[in-house]
């Protein structure tokens, strides 16, 4: 019998937060019509933009790594306003309502994440692996993500963002 207690207040606390997503009335407005493609979205980030990619992996993969990680951590920084969260989400203003709702949540706001892997994909993709921290306590640890590179900014995917809704156990619109 598997013990559903395993990993204690942590993880119900990232459940919580979430959930939030899931539950948002706003989500409801949300989606990836664009396929995880680039959409229109012009925006600048916290990072400088990469150079042009390669076939298979960017010019420069140390920039783009360390490009990767400081989005994501400011992406997933309770402390990072909506509006830079957009700039830093593939397809950011399509998941603004999402990106919303979950700012507004105690527990999103004790959640962060920890870059611990980068592994490209190809030019304008990577897998990422991350811990998701609760209250700077590792709550998943090993999470597989995705970031691309749109506008020139390597950014959380959809994809990822998506993923952690489905934790909670509720369909998305757009997920």
Known sequence: MVDVRRGG???LAVLGAVAVLALAPAVAACSDNGG?????TT?????????PPT?????????????????????FDP???VAEKVKLLENGEQMRPVLGAFAGDKNAAMTSAKV???EFTSATG??????LLVGGAPALTGSQGTSV???????VSVKTLCGLVELSGVTVPGC
Do not use: C, E, H, M
């Not at 990577?126 to 811990?131: H, K």
């Open 9 to 11: 207040r942590s993880r």
């Open 36 to 40: 995880g493609k680039s959409g229109g």
């Open 43 to 51: 925006s600048s980030s916290p990072a400088s933009p990469s150079s």
């Open 55 to 75: 076939a298979d992996r960017p010019t420069d993969p140390a920039a783009a790594k360390a490009q990767i990680t400081r989005n994501w951590t400011a992406f």
């Open 79 to 81: 402390k990072t306003p």
């Open 116 to 118: 611990t892997g980068i």
């Open 126 to 131: 990577a897998n990422v692996t991350y811990d």
């Open 149 to 155: 590179l749109q506008d020139n900014t390597w950014k």
